[in-house]
């Protein structure tokens, strides 16, 4: 099936709501799982000095998680949608505001240069990200950008279906008790996503050939590794 992007922030009102209402926990778990089992084996322990990047953060469910799991290290959450991160600051109590924070930033204008973002992330985390990017390079650029020498990196998003029909089934199976709108949109980001073979092209040509990609299921591959 030929990919279909979709519009990159996330913004219509009912559609945050909606996203913000769903329960993703299983999913969000899992970047935080992974993050733990890669540190336990390349032997990395954080410190208070890491700086964790979420990139494309939306309603800050995954940020929340890194910032309570490690709550000595400083956790910052990026979106470009003013609408996500009012729903993601909504919920930032007075534990949370010691280590997380969010930033309202246009990822693509990172790679452009039109902003300049002084920080370095030691690690960089992201999820359901990159297919809402019409340009996939834009959102490696900006990566290379902000990470340090050695930065950790977490990536894991939807994998393209193979017909429009297994789109649907895809959709039917996993989203089935969903609202409609969330449906809708998850339709569209199956639709808008990359398989694993564009993703591995898409790191080659972005210099990023260090980092592994692997399909984890039916939906979603993960992207690990140090660069
Ligand atoms: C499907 S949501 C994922 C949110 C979150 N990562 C999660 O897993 O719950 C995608 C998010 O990417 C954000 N986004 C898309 N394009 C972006 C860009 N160019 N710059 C910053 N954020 C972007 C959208 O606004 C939206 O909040």
Request: net charge negative; hydrophobic share 40%; charged share 25%.
């Amino acid at each position: 099936m030929k990919r279909t992007p979709e519009p990159e922030l996330m913004q219509i009102p009912s559609q945050v709501r909606a996203y913000a209402e769903a329960d993703f926990s299983r999913s969000d778990s899992m970047v935080v799982k992974s993050l733990e089992k890669y540190l336990k084996k390349i032997g990395r322990t954080l410190n208070k000095s890491d700086l964790i990047f979420d990139m494309a953060c939306g309603p800050g469910n995954i940020a929340e998680r890194i910032a309570k799991n490690w709550p000595f290290v400083n956790v910052v959450g990026i979106d470009g949608s003013k609408e996500m991160l009012n729903e993601a600051e909504n919920k930032l109590s007075e534990n949370f505001k010691k280590n997380l924070s969010y930033q309202l930033i246009d990822i693509n204008s990172i790679t452009t240069g039109e902003i300049y973002f002084p920080f370095k992330a030691d690690i960089i985390v992201s999820n359901s990200a990159l297919h809402h990017f019409h340009d996939p390079h834009s959102f490696w650029g900006a990566l290379k950008k902000i990470g340090k020498t050695k930065c950790i990196h977490i990536h894991r998003d939807l994998i393209r279906p193979t017909s429009e029909e297994k789109a649907f089934e895809v959709k039917e199976k996993h989203l089935s008790d969903s609202p409609g709108i969330l449906k809708k949109d998850f339709h569209a980001s199956l639709k808008a996503s990359f398989t694993v073979e564009e993703v591995s092209q898409q790191l080659v040509d972005a210099g990023l050939s260090q980092l592994e990609v692997f399909q984890l299921d039916e939906l979603y591959f993960e992207i690990i590794g140090c660069i």
